[in-house]
């Protein structure tokens, strides 16, 4: 069995991966009413306390460990570092050195593109260049990512977002109209009710967009009385045009490459079903596409496989 650990800012998570079946079990930290992101120091309190919790629950005392993946950063590049990291670290290191497991490290960012591979069965792709689009709360990139000896796999950033990301959008949308945070969930249902259509233009700085402009709008909407599922389904159809631009321009660039779509804000029902409808692309399941420890068993199992 391999065994993954992800700690990221918003949710405790660890997976087994046998090679073929995974068992993932994870936790959503809590954030008070009102409010639009957690301190690190809460985050790290929060993960400490969950984590003999969900390994509780994992049930698989008699499992024989052979590696252990770990995310220690939020990217693969100098400088990228939260504390909240650190709790999947420790417990990582620990079970590495108590069984004897060979243990790996690796970023967030691999975790969730390993993730949406296996959740989309195309783990193969490692072997090949491809685009991917990492689209949270703290990240909305396009990333050029190509096979690496070492990583497994490298990116590089080839388009983002100029400013506000869209998670960051779409929560701040969410607590302004009194819902709790994160909010993707509650904007993904109450745009289900709207039956007003939007064509959005979205703002471009070459391949890079700007979202800094959906928060202002949806703000103005709410101040003046715009039903909430009106301002959720704006929302979600800016973002959705800005992603579906930069796809069409960054095609343009780099060929017709395979397009792989994670992270959290690509679960949502309304952007997946745009980007589908007009490319050949690949999603993770939602259980996939949310943070999660599975694409760090999977980094785990594929590292062990390449020694």
């Given at each position: 069995?391999?065994?993954?650990?992800d700690?990221?800012?918003?949710?405790?998570?660890?997976?087994?991966f046998?090679g073929v079946?995974?068992?993932?079990?994870?936790?959503?930290?809590?954030?008070?009413?009102?409010?639009r992101?957690?301190r690190?120091?809460?985050?790290?309190?929060q993960?400490t306390?969950?984590?003999?919790v969900?390994l509780?629950?994992?049930?698989?005392?008699?499992?024989?460990?052979k590696?252990?993946?770990?995310s220690?950063r939020?990217?693969?590049?100098?400088?990228?570092?939260?504390p909240?990291?650190?709790?999947?670290?420790?417990?990582?290191?620990s079970?590495?050195?108590?069984?004897g497991?060979r243990?790996?490290e690796?970023?967030?960012?691999?975790s969730?593109?390993?993730?949406?591979?296996?959740?989309a069965?195309?783990l193969d792709?490692?072997?090949e260049?491809?685009?991917?689009?990492h689209?949270s709360?703290?990240?909305?990139?396009a990333?050029?990512?190509?096979?690496?000896e070492?990583?497994?796999?490298?990116?590089?950033v080839?388009?983002?977002?100029?400013?506000l990301k869209?998670?960051?959008a779409?929560?701040?949308?969410?607590?302004?109209?009194?819902?709790?945070?994160p909010?993707?969930?509650?904007?993904?249902e109450?745009?289900?009710?709207?039956d007003k259509?939007?064509n959005?233009?979205?703002?471009?700085?070459?391949?890079?967009c700007?979202l800094?402009g959906?928060?202002n709008k949806?703000?103005a909407?709410?101040e003046?009385?715009?039903s909430?599922?009106n301002?959720?389904?704006f929302?979600?159809?800016?973002i959705?045009a800005?992603?579906?631009?930069?796809?069409?321009l960054?095609l343009?660039?780099?060929?017709d490459?395979?397009?792989l779509?994670?992270?959290?804000?690509?679960?949502?029902?309304?952007?997946?079903?745009?980007?589908?409808?007009?490319?050949n692309a690949?999603?993770?399941?939602?259980?996939?596409?949310c943070?999660?420890?599975?694409?760090?068993?999977?980094?785990?199992y594929l590292?062990?496989?390449?020694e």
């Amino acid at each position: 069995m391999y065994l993954g650990f992800d700690t990221s800012n918003y949710t405790t998570s660890v997976a087994l991966f046998d090679g073929v079946k995974m068992y993932q079990e994870k936790q959503l930290l809590t954030v008070k009413n009102g409010e639009r992101g957690l301190r690190q120091s809460d985050a790290v309190f929060q993960h400490t306390v969950n984590m003999p919790v969900l390994l509780e629950r994992l049930n698989f005392q008699d499992t024989n460990i052979k590696a252990v993946g770990v995310s220690t950063r939020p990217r693969n590049i100098d400088g990228s570092y939260m504390p909240c990291f650190l709790v999947g670290k420790n417990n990582a290191v620990s079970v590495s050195r108590f069984t004897g497991a060979r243990l790996y490290e690796t970023s967030h960012q691999v975790s969730h593109i390993l993730a949406a591979l296996y959740s989309a069965d195309r783990l193969d792709l490692i072997n090949e260049r491809f685009i991917a689009f990492h689209v949270s709360g703290g990240t909305t990139e396009a990333l050029l990512v190509e096979p690496d000896e070492r990583e497994l796999i490298k990116n590089k950033v080839i388009a983002q977002s100029a400013d506000l990301k869209a998670g960051q959008a779409i929560d701040r949308a969410g607590v302004m109209m009194g819902y709790s945070f994160p909010s993707g969930k509650i904007l993904d249902e109450l745009s289900k009710k709207s039956d007003k259509n939007y064509n959005i233009k979205p703002v471009m700085l070459g391949l890079d967009c700007s979202l800094s402009g959906i928060e202002n709008k949806a703000k103005a909407m709410f101040e003046s009385g715009e039903s909430e599922q009106n301002i959720s389904k704006f929302v979600l159809c800016s973002i959705s045009a800005a992603i579906d631009k930069m796809t069409e321009l960054l095609l343009e660039k780099y060929g017709d490459l395979p397009l792989l779509y994670a992270g959290g804000v690509m679960s949502n029902s309304l952007i997946k079903s745009n980007i589908m409808r007009k490319y050949n692309a690949y999603f993770a399941e939602p259980v996939y596409s949310c943070d999660n420890a599975c694409g760090l068993a999977v980094y785990a199992y594929l590292k062990d496989k390449n020694e």
